[in-house]
């Protein structure tokens, strides 16, 4: 297995870290919400999207490393991925259905709701194999964002092979870990968008 520096594990770290799936989805929410018909009411929607499918998450996170239930704030181990994943569902669960009874914009909407496929995808493959949750969000946000607002946001795919390259020199994924993720967020949470909107 090839080593790295002590550079680029600093560099890693702080791609991992910086570009962790709840930045992710705050930027994704908050890009979405500023490009509907009415700015206003879709940033209004984008936060409520963002406490729902981040700072719930989050919070629960951080209550689950403080209780000693696991050990980092990516959750390393697939075992207990197993037991966070269906929380995470939960609270997207609950922002889904108080946008649709609420009516929110359909694109904010689909956005939720493909975060949810998109879990619920990961959550069999993460009973016996550690698919990387950052590539999985990052792709399905860019390609969320490709359909969305603008064919343009289709340069910022290198940011995907960035976060990639930091969960396998962090060796917390292989290389086929985190090009499944990728695979499966940028077909799940983009097929679902596009399906929704």
């Not at 879990?119 to 946000?141: C, E, M, N, Q, R």
Request: with cysteine; proline share 3%.
């Amino acid at each position: 297995m090839t080593t790295i520096t002590a550079a680029e594990n600093r560099t890693a770290r702080a791609v991992t870290d910086g570009l962790e799936p709840k930045n992710v989805i705050l930027a994704l929410c908050l890009v979405l919400g500023a490009a509907q018909d009415d700015m206003l009411v879709g940033l209004a929607w984008a936060i409520h999207a963002i406490v729902f499918a981040a700072v719930i998450p989050m919070a629960y996170i951080k209550y689950g490393i403080r209780s000693g239930r696991w050990n980092d704030r990516h959750v390393g181990q697939r075992e207990r991925r197993l037991r966070l994943i269906p929380v995470i569902m939960a609270s997207v669960g609950i922002a889904i259905a108080t946008m649709v009874l609420l009516e929110a914009p359909a694109q904010m909407t689909a956005l939720v709701v493909a975060m949810l496929a998109t879990l619920a995808a990961i959550l069999p493959v993460t009973a016996f194999w550690k698919i990387s949750v950052h590539t999985s969000v990052s792709a399905g946000a860019l390609a969320m964002l490709v359909i969305g607002v603008n064919v343009w946001w289709a340069a910022a795919c290198p940011l995907v092979g960035l976060i990639g390259w930091s969960r396998v020199a962090l060796r917390d994924h292989t290389l086929g870990q985190v090009v499944a993720g990728t695979v499966l967020g940028s077909l799940v949470a983009g097929g679902v968008f596009a399906w929704l909107t």
